[in-house]
């Protein structure tokens, strides 16, 4: 089926180690985005990509790197996971700029012990 | 910088009534899009409507309809005949015309009592 996809659904990481969050969509959308969830903050953007290969900061990117060597890939990975970034991920495309909303994959729970 | 704030952290409803829902955003741009998600247990975030900035008419779908006051830069949402589906946390988004990417506020968590 089409859609955006991530995985794990869930993971649990011990601190320092690297994690890669996966995200995929098969409707070709130009744009993607990592959004992070806590309580009392909603949702935050780490990074956006506008096309492949080209990526751009959000408002909370330290400890994050993203790629995009693919339009419908943007793995999301953790250099060396801090208790912190514990959260629930989220991954996110659109097509336009205009007045498209974002569709999102159905998040991964990240806790790091 | 653009923010986007919801003032009511919980809120709760009796079934079948109508509930309201409130945000604010600052912004110094002309050309926007605003929208608000719902997001059920299951984590899943939902489109439940938007609302292009240089459109008057307020968006409506089916039980669902938002107050958009450009001059006052408020964006509610209302809920008619609430059911208990309905139980969610709700956010509310702002989209600038020029960028992709969507600003949250915090959310409100909505409770639909039967």
């Known amino acids: 089926d089409a859609g955006i996809t991530q995985s794990p659904r869930y993971k649990i990481t011990e601190t320092g180690r690297q994690v890669t969050l996966m995200c995929h969509q098969t409707w070709s959308h130009s744009y993607m985005f990592w959004y992070r969830q806590d309580l009392g903050h909603g949702l935050r953007l780490i990074y956006y990509?506008?096309?492949?290969?080209?990526?751009d900061k959000g408002e909370v990117p330290d400890g994050y790197v993203v790629s995009r060597s693919k339009t419908e890939n943007f793995p999301l990975t953790l250099e060396s996971a801090t208790r912190s970034q514990t959260s629930v991920y989220f991954c996110a495309s659109t097509p336009y700029l205009v007045d498209s909303p974002l569709h999102f994959g159905n998040g991964t729970r990240l806790t790091v012990t | 910088a653009q923010t986007v704030t919801q003032s009511q952290p919980e809120m709760s409803v009796q079934e079948a009534e109508t509930v309201t829902l409130s945000c604010t955003y600052d912004t110094s741009e002309n050309n926007y899009y605003l929208f608000w998600y719902k997001q059920p247990p299951s984590r899943q975030m939902i489109l439940v409507i938007r609302q292009e900035a240089y459109k008057q008419q307020n968006a409506t779908e089916n039980r669902f309809s938002v107050n958009f006051q450009k001059a006052a830069k408020s964006f509610s949402l209302k809920i008619s005949d609430s059911q208990l589906g309905d139980t969610a946390m709700y956010f509310c988004a702002y989209r600038r015309g020029s960028q992709g990417n969507l600003i949250f506020g915090k959310g409100t968590k909505l409770s639909v009592k039967p």
């Open positions: 990509s506008a096309a492949a290969d080209i990526t």
